[in-house]
């Protein structure tokens, strides 16, 4: 069966419009994108599921998950009145409503999708970002999709490795969290700006 969950972000600049979301369930996401695929039955569609890799600990021992960036969203391209037809028809057995605004289809944002694929990279992943911070908790990220986002970064929990940002999404401003590991601790008194 061919199929593409995501384009690639050098593409964008002809395909960041048009994108639209529908709602699940949480947890159901990847179960919505493969019943469309079967729909769709061999034939293209864009689907797109953009997951974070955060990093949690059980019992002491910690790993890295991949979860949707919003749960209970994924989003398709272009097709929303086919997939949304396709799934009434089918009566398929699992919720599915495509995010509407007076009655319409509300189509994500040419920016807004932008920044998404910008972010999630060629496989729609936001990776772990790395950072360092001071003894008087000043953090500068070195690397990672949280480095041009200062501006939007509201909050950093250096205990369960993550950072909430605030981008706004159809039509709406979001917080998210992301996964960001402190790699290093600066001594007191040296300045940020001269690490590497």
């Known amino acids: 069966m061919q199929r593409s969950t995501l384009i690639k972000p050098n593409a964008c600049a002809s395909d960041c419009r048009h994108w639209y979301a529908i709602q699940t369930i949480a947890g159901h996401e990847k179960q919505l994108v493969s019943v469309i695929e079967h729909l769709y039955d061999g034939e293209k569609i864009l689907l797109y599921l953009p997951v974070k890799e955060m990093i949690h ?4 021992d910690k790993f890295i998950a991949r979860i949707p960036l919003f749960p209970g969203y994924i989003f398709v391209y272009h097709s929303i009145d086919r997939v949304t ?15 509407k605004a007076d009655g319409k289809y509300l189509e994500a944002n040419r920016e807004e999708m932008e920044l998404l694929f910008r972010i999630t990279g060629e496989n729609g992943v936001i990776k772990i ?17 949280l480095k041009n986002l200062k501006g939007r970064i509201l909050f950093i929990n250096k205990r369960k490795n993550k950072a909430k940002i605030r981008i706004k999404l159809m039509n709406r401003m979001v917080d998210i969290s992301l996964g960001l590991e402190i790699i290093q601790k600066i001594p007191s008194g040296q300045d940020l700006s001269c690490s590497k």
Do not use: C, H, W, Y
Not at 57 to 60: D, E, L, V
Not at 129 to 145: L, V, Y
């Open 57 to 60: 600990q059980i019992k002491g």
């Open 85 to 99: 037809a396709m799934l009434q028809k089918n009566n398929v057995n699992i919720f599915a409503k495509p995010v």
């Open 129 to 145: 970002s790395k950072g360092i911070f001071s003894q008087n908790d000043e953090i500068r990220i070195i690397n990672g999709p």
